[in-house]
């Protein structure tokens, strides 16, 4: 049980740092952690945000713990140096198409909600997010026209291959659940969501006892603060799921709490928190590290297959939550290494 630590900028290291705590704690027999670099701190060191050594240490692991990139000091650098292109490179090379995005209102967040109590007391949602296609990885340029005007352009595209594995994997998703899927597009307008749309019906055959709906995506932000209850399993493509998946944090309180999982069809996995460097808040002790906690229990239950372990971080993060334990994220005082301690105190 190999796992690559990949902490990268801003508030990484510091959320990183407590999800590791929290993984020795649990004295895995056979689970070794190594280090690698990423992002800016890989290209302060190596010129390279995603450096040579950083792709051979993940393909010999089993998983990856990935804390965050991202760091103003490198944003007029060229694209493919960005520290950004250390996880869009970690996603592609790897293959890790599908991300997994959970949220659910944790017991005793009602209140920090950005929804009133009683509408986000229902959501219990799965996104998932195709991650290595859409406009992220289409042909892109700056270029000037012929009058003179500069102009950015960005392809957007997916062939049906992409959209069919990443709807199977909404589909099987659904059929764990409440066997409802979303899938979520904007075929009125573009004709890469017409052919989503019509490959994920095509999928729908296969699985009979999914409920499947379609919805635009700027209904779909609408709904998910209207009534977020009626989402059970949503899919979507890697631009939509990206804007989805932040919105559908505050609707339970926090960016600061939703971890997600990035699989392959293989049996690799990275597993990180959704939000970003941070940082406004970078170096401070005050990022809340739940998220990547929540990212280190689906590791154990996704990567590895210890469903029971994984139960046990999860408990003991509901536990916290359930007495009281907050961060400035969700209107407290709590640092980093406190709620670590905290989650710490209550694994059982
Ligand atoms: P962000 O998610 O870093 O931060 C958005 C806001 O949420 C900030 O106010 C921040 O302080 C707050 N926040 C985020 N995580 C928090 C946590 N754990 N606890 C408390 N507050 C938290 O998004 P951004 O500001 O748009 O981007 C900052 C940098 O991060 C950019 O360089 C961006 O490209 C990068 N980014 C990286 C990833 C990733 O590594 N997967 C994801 C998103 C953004
Ligand atoms: C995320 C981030 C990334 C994305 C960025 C940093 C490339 O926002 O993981 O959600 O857009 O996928
Ligand atoms: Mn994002």
Not at 30 to 58: C, I, N, S
Not at 212 to 225: E, G, I, P, R
Not at 313 to 341: N, S
Request: proline letters at 4%.
């Amino acid at each position: 049980m190999k796992i690559a630590v990949l902490a990268g900028d801003g508030i990484g290291p510091e959320v990183t740092r407590e999800a590791v705590r929290v993984l020795e704690a649990l004295r895995l027999p056979g689970m070794v952690l190594f280090e690698g670099d990423v992002g800016g701190a890989a290209y302060k060191r190596h010129g390279h945000p995603l450096p040579a050594e950083t792709l051979e240490l993940v393909r010999t692991c089993d998983a990856i713990l990935f804390g965050a990139v991202g760091d103003p000091d490198c944003d007029n650098l060229e694209r493919h140096l960005r520290p950004e292109q250390a996880i869009l490179g970690l996603r592609k090379e790897m293959g890790l198409f599908a991300n997994l995005r959970p949220a659910k209102l944790f017991k005793g967040l009602e209140d920090a909600s950005a929804l009133r109590p009683e509408v986000a007391s229902a959501i219990d949602l799965l996104i998932v997010r195709e991650l290595n296609g859409d406009v992220y990885f289409g042909e892109k340029g700056m270029r000037t026209l012929p009058d003179g005007r500069r102009q950015g352009w960005d392809m957007m595209a997916y062939a049906e291959d992409e959209v069919r594995r990443i709807a199977h994997v909404g589909f099987k998703a659904a059929m764990g659940r409440a066997r409802r899927l979303c899938s979520v597009d904007k075929a009125n307008v573009l004709e890469t969501s017409q052919l989503w749309r019509d490959v994920v019906i095509e999928v729908a055959r296969e699985y009979p006892e999914v409920e499947l709906s379609h919805m635009y995506v700027d209904n779909a932000a609408m709904q998910l603060v209207r009534n977020p209850g009626q989402f059970d399993v949503v899919v979507t493509g890697n631009l939509f799921g990206d804007i989805l998946s932040d919105q559908a944090s505050m609707c339970v309180g926090s960016i600061g709490l939703l971890a997600s999982a990035s699989l392959s069809q293989g049996t690799l996995g990275l597993y990180e928190p959704i939000h970003g460097s941070a940082p406004d808040i970078a170096g401070q002790g005050k990022a809340n590290p739940l998220a990547t906690i929540l990212s280190a229990a689906m590791l154990l239950r996704h990567s590895l297959h210890l469903d029971a372990e994984a139960s046990r971080i999860e408990a003991a993060v509901a536990k916290a939550l359930a007495d009281g334990v907050r961060g400035g994220d969700l209107g407290g005082t709590m640092g980093t290494a406190a709620i670590g301690d905290a989650v710490l105190e209550r694994l059982t």
